[in-house]
């Protein structure tokens, strides 16, 4: 049973990233004009460049920044989902991706904290902060819970 609850953490993760990823992917095409999806909050692009303008940011910058996030959430969920496919059998297999997938995403929660610390947006960082931490108490989890 805690062998499944350490796969459904990972699967969790999977999802979780990858709706992250599918949600800044969605709201760069509609903000591109490739689509329009009334139903869909795509709003963190505008909400980097207006917390950005404050310290001159250009255009390249904002884009450059917002790419990079949606490829390090993409390479995010890849990872996870590798490491959900991945037998529990082959345990120091699975392991190795597990850590590799919470290393890199955990990677993009450090960033956050530091971006949000340095624009001052606070509200933001306490968001990322109990987000992060929760994906850390989850890898956590995957250690400390015997199987």
């Given at each position: 049973?805690?062998?499944?609850?350490?796969?459904?953490?990972?699967?969790?993760?999977?999802?979780?990233?990858?709706?992250?990823?599918?949600?800044?992917?969605i709201g760069g095409l509609?903000?591109?004009?490739?689509?329009?999806?009334?139903w869909?909050?795509?709003n963190?692009?505008?909400?980097?460049v207006?917390t950005l303008?404050q310290?001159?940011?250009?255009?390249?910058?904002?884009?450059s920044?917002?790419?990079?996030?949606?490829?390090?959430?993409?390479?995010?969920?890849?990872?996870?989902?590798?490491?959900?496919?991945?037998?529990?059998?082959?345990k120091?297999i699975?392991?190795?991706?597990?850590?590799?997938?919470f290393?890199?995403?955990?990677g993009?929660?450090?960033?956050?904290f530091l971006?949000?610390?340095?624009?001052?947006?606070?509200?933001?960082?306490e968001?990322?902060?109990v987000?992060?931490?929760?994906?850390?108490?989850?890898y956590l989890?995957?250690?400390?819970?015997?199987?």
């Amino acid at each position: 049973m805690r062998v499944l609850f350490k796969q459904g953490l990972v699967i969790f993760w999977f999802l979780w990233w990858a709706f992250a990823f599918l949600t800044d992917f969605i709201g760069g095409l509609e903000l591109l004009g490739f689509t329009s999806t009334p139903w869909f909050d795509g709003n963190n692009y505008p909400f980097l460049v207006k917390t950005l303008e404050q310290f001159g940011s250009t255009t390249t910058i904002d884009v450059s920044l917002f790419v990079g996030i949606i490829l390090w959430a993409l390479l995010s969920a890849l990872l996870f989902l590798f490491a959900a496919v991945t037998s529990y059998e082959r345990k120091d297999i699975w392991i190795r991706r597990v850590d590799m997938a919470f290393i890199v995403s955990l990677g993009l929660w450090l960033a956050f904290f530091l971006s949000d610390q340095t624009v001052m947006k606070f509200d933001l960082e306490e968001n990322h902060m109990v987000q992060g931490g929760f994906q850390l108490l989850c890898y956590l989890t995957i250690y400390i819970l015997p199987d």
